[in-house]
């Protein structure tokens, strides 16, 4: 028999939750029979230790309604999701009371309210994955004292404050892009493998940061205010796209190596200096609107009319030429744009729209950037 601690607490769960039209999650919570047997629980010996709630199947509709206090009274508790749904309303304190769970899973929703401090008490946690709903307030330092995380996913809620430090050395993933965080990135663990920080107005340095960062496989620092230069030890990291674009970066851009990252997007930013021919590897490379200078190296055009460089974005920069013949054709899967340099334009290629219409700078600026 279920305990009758978790039996009660179940009760004023399935009061608190209505299936959305199209949703029969709750066909089967009679509780004149045994709850282990309801759909999404899970017990073991006489305590609910896994909670799931709503239907898990893609496209189906979920749950409304708040999320009882008396959930916290679950005390085996290891496991609690909520499908995407229309659940409001704020995350019960009483969440701290669950200190066997490790993972927590309520995303897709529209919880509000804070974060509570008081899940920093959650000392077994790995997951947390409060994502696409509209919370608001700071990530509590208390987040990043836990000592067994491994998901932080918090990305599209509205959570604004600084990025507090991690201290779990199996932190795989860090996922707050779109909210309004502020500040610099703290200290990370070497463990991270994947890091998304776009659309927020963090600021300041991030070399030292990434220096350590060499198990990276994804990273996306766009849409923020970083400044500074960037480490040349990122480009040899095991990811598949860079994305740094719409920063404040400045300083060369250098790497050691041929760069085999597919995608490098390092746009709308201040970054100066020669184009490096190491870059000529990457498949799709935006550099535009930035302030490069001097001659883009021949072995940029010899991978591109070989097909082996899709994109090729150098507008809005402050380039002196590029050694290709005017009659060469470019292959049809490659897109060049050269426009708005320092430079007449050897071939005419098709622009993006945001590249504007003039074909050159104005020669006053380059002899100015020149100077």
């Not at 609910?48 to 509709?61: E, K, T």
């Not at 309303?89 to 969440?95: D, E, Q, R």
């Not at 490790?102 to 920093?120: C, D, H, K, V, W």
């Not at 779990?168 to 500040?183: A, C, F, M, P, V």
Request: net charge positive; hydrophobic share 40%.
């Amino acid at each position: 028999m279920l305990d009758p601690i978790d039996f009660l607490a179940l009760q004023s769960i399935r009061k608190s939750f209505s299936d959305l039209p199209g949703s029969n999650y709750f066909a089967s919570w009679d509780f004149t029979s045994d709850p282990c047997n309801f759909a999404g629980i899970y017990c073991e010996e006489n305590k609910v230790i896994a909670l799931n709630l709503g239907d898990p199947r893609a496209g189906s509709p979920g749950l409304s309604g708040r999320i009882d206090p008396a959930i916290g009274k679950l005390t085996a508790l290891a496991e609690l999701t909520i499908v995407p749904g229309r659940v409001i309303g704020s995350l019960p304190h009483t969440l701290s009371q669950l200190k066997n769970l490790r993972f927590l899973a309520i995303s897709r929703n529209f919880i509000s309210g804070e974060i509570p401090a008081t899940l920093g008490q959650l000392r077994r946690l790995q997951t947390l994955d409060l994502s696409f709903n509209l919370i608001g307030g700071s990530i509590p330092f208390s987040i990043g004292t836990l000592p067994a995380l491994s998901n932080v996913i918090l990305c599209h809620n509205r959570i604004s404050g600084s990025v507090p430090p991690f201290v779990s050395q199996t932190l795989t993933r860090l996922d707050i892009k779109h909210n309004d965080l502020s500040g610099a990135i703290p200290t990370l663990p070497p463990s991270l493998q994947y890091l998304s920080l776009s659309w927020n107005r963090l600021t300041g340095p991030v070399d030292r940061v990434l220096s350590r960062l060499n198990q990276l496989n994804y990273i996306d620092l766009s849409m923020n205010q970083f400044t500074g230069r960037i480490p040349s030890s990122l480009f040899s990291f095991p990811i598949s796209n860079l994305q740094l674009q719409r920063n404040q970066f400045s300083g060369p851009v250098q790497p050691v190596d041929q760069v085999t990252i597919p995608t490098v997007d390092l746009s709308y930013n201040r970054f100066s200096g020669s184009v490096s021919p190491m870059l000529s590897t990457v498949q799709n490379l935006y550099l535009n609107n930035n302030r490069f200078t001097g001659q883009v190296p021949g072995c940029f055009v010899d991978r591109l009319l070989a097909a082996s460089i899709q994109v090729l974005y150098l507008q809005h920069n402050y380039l002196t030429g590029i050694e290709i013949n005017p009659t060469v054709e470019i292959p049809v899967s490659s897109s060049l744009c050269l426009q708005y340099n320092c430079m007449v334009l050897p071939v005419q290629t098709p622009c993006p729209l945001k590249a504007g219409k003039q074909k050159t700078r104005p020669t006053q600026q380059c002899i100015v950037w020149k100077g």
